[in-house]
């Protein structure tokens, strides 16, 4: 993998000027807290209107909205699976959160992607764990799709950022 299309930064994901940005959000797509409620909040209610119509979104899966008010012009809403101790298939459908948005990417020809750490949050999912599997789908998706030129791993606090960090250096 190409490093350069890869990269780790510590930023609020609401104000990144990207093609797209990733919402780690639950089945319903109608909001909640952590990163879910900050993108609805800041994309205005045009986006909870939108994802109103979509009728949800099983785990491991993905749709796409525009991002309304947000400086990214669209958002993949992928819903993250809740951590069981690692025997309820969590890795897989962690590794489908990504490659269904990158999918979603691709067909819509977007060339930036910014995604947060998906289930790590209020969901329990092991962050070391979690970013490995994500650095793993990204890097694999990257080789097989030069058109998409960058993708980021938004991190919300120092340690995230290193973990990330560390697992890309592992990659």
Request: with cysteine; net charge neutral; aromatic share 8%.
């Amino acid at each position: 993998m190409q490093e350069t299309r890869v990269e780790i930064v510590q930023e609020d994901i609401t104000r990144l000027q990207v093609d797209a940005i990733v919402n780690a959000a639950n089945t319903t797509l109608l909001g909640g807290g952590g990163v879910d409620g900050a993108i609805h909040r800041a994309a205005g209610p045009q986006l909870l209107a939108e994802c109103k119509k979509l009728g949800g979104c099983a785990t491991g899966q993905a749709k796409i909205t525009r991002g309304y008010k947000l400086p990214a012009r669209f958002v993949i809403h992928t819903a993250g699976p809740v951590w069981h101790g690692g025997q309820s298939d969590e890795d897989s459908l962690l590794a489908g959160c990504y490659r269904n948005s990158l999918r979603l990417a691709a067909e819509h020809e977007l060339e930036t992607v910014a995604f947060p750490s998906i289930s790590t949050g209020v969901y329990r999912f092991p962050i070391e764990r979690a970013s490995a599997i994500a650095v793993r789908e990204v890097s694999a998706f990257l080789e097989q799709h030069p058109g998409l030129r960058k993708v980021y791993f938004v991190c919300f606090s120092d340690r995230d950022l290193e973990v990330y960090r560390q697992a890309l250096k592992m990659s």
